[in-house]
């Protein structure tokens, strides 16, 4: 009975994004700061901003972030965060 109560409640875990400020100029804008911003609000997400996270190469090409240690990137800012709202699910 208690495992299917600990599976019926279980409380859903936080997500760590590390962003790298660099990717964040430069593919963020006026809207896309704001709806990130609502987006980090989510007590269940934990993020830090880093002066640079060394993947240069995908930086200068599309948004990207690192979710639990694991690079997410998407087309344009939208998408990523599309993307980042999924991983939180």
Same mark, same amino acid.
């Given at each position: ?13 936080? /997500?760590? /994004?590390?962003?790298? @400020? ?8 006026? @809207?896309? /700061? ?36 694991? /690079?997410? %990137?998407?087309?344009?800012? %939208? ?11």
């Amino acid at each position: 009975m208690k495992t299917f109560l600990s599976k019926l409640f279980t409380k859903k875990g936080k /997500i760590q /994004i590390e962003f790298c @400020q660099n990717t964040l100029d430069r593919h963020l804008n006026e @809207q896309t /700061i704001a709806e990130y911003g609502k987006f980090l609000e989510n007590p269940r997400v934990q993020y830090k901003e880093y002066e640079c996270l060394s993947e240069c190469k995908l930086c200068k090409e599309v948004p990207y972030a690192k979710v639990n240690g694991q /690079i997410m %990137h998407g087309k344009d800012s %939208h998408d990523l965060l599309n993307q980042l709202q999924e991983a939180l699910k």
